[in-house]
C-alpha cells in the first residue's frame, strides 16, 4: 500500500527544484498534492507533469492573504489537510560587508515569513495526526562565507520546529524539519552558470564518500517518510539528507 495513500498535501515553492522533486514523490505514494509557486508558466508545467492528483496555486507564501487563500481552496477541494512542506525559499550571497537591507529583508521574508505564514494558514485545516514538515539546510550551523542570511534564516526556522512541536503537541499534529545538503537542481545555473554550476557540483562531488551529489528525489523520500504513518513516532527531529547519506538527529520522540 502506498505510504499517503488519502493524503492530502500542500508543499510551497513546489513548482521546481526539492519541491517539485518531493511533490513527485508524494503522488506516487498516493497523495493529492496542491504545489505554490510564483511563476505561473512553471506551475502549470509542473502541474501537468505531475498530472490529475496535483494541483496547481499561484501564491506569495510572504502574503498571508494569500496563503489563507491557498488553504480556502484546499478546504473547498478536500475539507482537509495532512501534510504541509514548507519548502519555499531562496538564497542570497553576500559578506557582511556588501550585506543590503534588501536582500536581509528577502532573505528573512521569504524564509521566516513565509513559512510562518504557511503554516499559520494551514492550522485551521490540520486534523489530528497531521505532520508539518519545514525545510532548512544543513549551512545554518557551517558558517560559510556569504551563507550569512541563508544560514540565520535556517537557523529560525529550526528554533520555530522546536517552539511549535511543543504548541501543537496537545493537537497531535507533529512537526520536524528536513535539512538538505547539496542538492543538484535548476537554481545553481541560474546563480552560477552552467558552467559554473558543472564546476561546483564536480568539486562537492569528489568530496563525497558515495560519489554523487544529492536529488530533490532523496529530499523526497526524506519527506514522504516523515509525512508517513511509519514516522508517527517522530516529533521535533532535524533529518539532514547530504550527499546521498541520511541521518535522523532526534530533538523529543
Known amino acids: 500500500m502506498p505510504q499517503l495513500a488519502g493524503k492530502v498535501a500542500l508543499i510551497t515553492g513546489g513548482n521546481s527544484g526539492i519541491g517539485f522533486g518531493t511533490a513527485k514523490r508524494m503522488v506516487e505514494e498516493g497523495a493529492f498534492v496542491y504545489i505554490t509557486g510564483r511563476n505561473q508558466e512553471s506551475l ?9 492528483n496535483a494541483r496547481a496555486i499561484r501564491a506569495d ?3 498571508r492573504a494569500a496563503m489563507d487563500d491557498v488553504v480556502a481552496t484546499i478546504r473547498r477541494d478536500h475539507g482537509r489537510l495532512d501534510i504541509v512542506f514548507a519548502n519555499a525559499g531562496a538564497a542570497w550571497y553576500s559578506t557582511v560587508e556588501d550585506l543590503t537591507e534588501e536582500e536581509f529583508d ?7 515569513k513565509g513559512t510562518l505564514f504557511t503554516v499559520q494558514a494551514a492550522l485551521p485545516l490540520l486534523r489530528e495526526g ?8 544543513i549551512t545554518q550551523t557551517m558558517g560559510l562565507p ?9 537557523s529560525a526556522l529550526r528554533s520555530f520546529v522546536r517552539t511549535w512541536m511543543n504548541e501543537l503537541r496537545d493537537r497531535r499534529i507533529r512537526v520536524n524539519a528536513i535539512s538538505p545538503g547539496v ?3 535548476e537554481s545553481y545555473a541560474k546563480d552560477m552558470g552552467v558552467e559554473g554550476a558543472a564546476a561546483y557540483v564536480e568539486r562537492v562531488v569528489e568530496e563525497i564518500p558515495v560519489g554523487r551529489i544529492g ?6 523520500n526524506a519527506v ?16 539532514t539528507v547530504d550527499g546521498g547519506q541520511t541521518q535522523i538527529y532526534a530533538g523529543h520522540n
Open 61 to 63: 507564501v510572504t502574503s
Open 183 to 185: 542538492i543538484e537542481t
Open 130 to 137: 497531521a505532520s508539518i514538515i519545514v525545510n532548512t539546510s
Open 44 to 52: 502549470d508545467r509542473s502541474a501537468a507533469e505531475l498530472g490529475e
Open 146 to 154: 556569504t551563507f550569512g542570511v541563508y544560514a540565520a534564516s535556517k
Open 106 to 112: 528577502k532573505g528573512f521574508g521569504l524564509d521566516g
Open 215 to 220: 536529488r530533490p528525489e532523496d529530499i523526497g
Open 224 to 239: 514522504v517518510f516523515l509525512a508517513s504513518d511509519a514516522a508517527g513516532f517522530i516529533n521535533g527531529t532535524e533529518l
